[in-house]
């Protein structure tokens, strides 16, 4: 089945110790997204891929950082994680043709802050 | 900012009844979705409704539309205990080009058997 894939589903890291997120989809989709998502709120984006063109949040700390070296793969990397990057990461992905740009999401990453 | 705001924050009904969550926004839209989330989960797209369209049903999902007050609501028929989640609606920006979505702040749902 066509899919968005998020590994590792859990990642614990050191405060200050670079982590990369990875995400996959088999679903040939020219957009991917990365979403950070604390408890109990609602997803915020981070930023977006359209094809190969990035586009960053205006309030996307500089501390996070993405590559999409193919349409398959985009990678979240975060520099020096702080207790206050704690969260839930999702990777999402949609066709943007037209105006119907419905996302479909991993499973997401859980990631840790010690 | 165009993001939306559901209401209420939280529900907890029966199994059985009926479940209405609200959404409002703030700016013109080509399109309202809602998504479904369960616990540590990935998000689930559940429906679309398009600007020019009033109201649209999937199974026991019913969503409306009221751009005139920029409002959305999504209905939940004979719930089940395996509806409980969080559910967010998300919007984006009628624009001349492509906008990402912007997500409201949820309603989580509880369905108790």
């Known amino acids: 089945d066509a899919m968005v894939i998020q590994n590792p589903r859990y990642q614990v890291t050191q405060f200050g110790k670079p982590v990369t997120l990875s995400c996959s989809q088999t679903?040939?989709?020219?957009?991917m997204y990365w979403y950070q998502q604390k408890s109990s709120q609602a997803p915020k984006l981070l930023f977006h891929?359209?094809?190969?063109?990035?586009?960053n949040e205006a309030d996307t700390p500089d501390n996070f950082q993405s590559r999409r070296p193919n349409t398959s793969f985009c990678f979240l990397d975060i520099r020096s994680p702080g207790l206050g990057d704690a969260a839930m990461y999702l990777c999402?992905?949609?066709?943007?043709?037209?105006?119907?740009?419905?996302?479909?999401f991993g499973p997401g990453t859980r990631l840790t802050v010690l | 900012s165009q993001q939306g705001e559901e209401d209420p924050q939280a529900l907890s009904i029966q199994e059985g009844e009926n479940a209405t969550m609200n959404c409002s926004y703030k700016?013109?839209?080509?399109?309202l979705q809602w998504y479904r989330q369960n616990s540590g989960r990935g998000l689930v797209h559940l429906i679309l409704?398009?600007?020019?369209?009033r109201e649209k049903h999937s199974g026991r999902l019913r969503v409306t539309l009221d751009t005139s007050k920029k409002s959305s609501s999504l209905l939940i028929t004979a719930s089940r205990a395996a509806d409980t989640a969080s559910y967010f609606c998300?919007?984006?920006?009628?624009?001349?080009?492509?906008?990402?979505?912007?997500f409201g702040k949820g309603t989580r749902l509880s369905v108790i058997a």
């Open positions: 679903l040939n989709h020219n957009v």
């Open positions: 700016t013109s839209i080509n399109n």
């Open positions: 998300a919007t984006d920006a009628q624009t001349s080009g492509n906008t990402p979505l912007v």
């Open positions: 999402a992905t949609s066709s943007w043709q037209g105006w119907d740009n419905e996302q479909f």
């Open positions: 409704i398009r600007s020019n369209e």
């Open positions: 891929y359209y094809d190969k063109d990035f586009n």
